[in-house]
């Protein structure tokens, strides 16, 4: 986290205006306040790190982002903090910028609990779909049926040439094999076009 500006790959353009405050010197800032931060738990400096992003005017073209990543980093410093909490997924209230800063901590720990829950959800229907999956494609031959399975566990979304790349199958094979999962309602395509089509598992 010392150099902030090649983490994020932000530069400062050469021909600033000399009145403007360089970036270096507002990551400078920003760090300087998570160090004297450093004896707190690393999800509570993930949160204040997160809010502060802001107020030390580090956003850009008003994307926070950058904020989320890097408060993801914080969190995750030192093995005792949470070294993946998809706070996203735990509605917006938990990323919310109002309120005092016990207010925002409360917000962003309950996001997180409810974020944690949420996934393991999800995880918990990915493993039932493996394992239905995997009774009713017994009879299918070849290896790719096994693959294409294996990808659709690991990805959210996948298209026929993602597919084929991961399979190591030609297409041929994966789009026979996706049309037989899609038709027997192991998968659905979500994307309702003819071409860049996508597909996720149906849980």
């Excluded at 998809?86 to 901590?105: F, K, N």
């Excluded at 779909?129 to 294409?148: F, P, Q």
């Excluded at 790349?165 to 994307?191: C, D, F, K, P, Y």
């Amino acid at each position: 986290m010392v150099d902030l500006a090649a983490f994020l790959d932000r530069r400062d353009p050469e021909n600033m205006e000399d009145n403007s405050e360089r970036f270096k010197d507002r990551a400078s800032g920003w760090l300087d306040v998570m160090m004297a931060a450093a004896d707190l738990h690393p999800i509570t400096c993930a949160c204040m790190g997160f809010h502060l992003w802001s107020l030390a005017g580090l956003v850009r073209y008003g994307d926070r982002i950058e904020a989320a990543v890097t408060a993801a980093r914080v969190a995750a410093s030192d093995g005792s903090g949470a070294i993946f909490a998809p706070l996203a997924m735990g509605g917006a209230m938990g990323l919310r910028a109002d309120g005092t800063p016990a207010e925002r901590l409360v917000r962003w720990l309950d996001g997180m609990e409810t974020a944690c829950l949420t996934a393991m959800r999800h995880l918990d229907g990915v493993e039932a779909w493996s394992a239905r999956a995997d009774a009713e494609m017994i009879s299918l031959s070849g290896k790719t049926s096994r693959a294409l399975r294996a990808a659709l566990t690991e990805w959210p979304l996948i298209s026929a040439p993602m597919a084929e790349t991961l399979t190591g199958a030609s297409r041929a094979a994966v789009q026979r094999n996706l049309a037989w999962m899609e038709s027997n309602g192991l998968i659905r395509e979500v994307t309702g076009q003819g071409r860049f089509r996508m597909w996720r598992i149906s849980s």
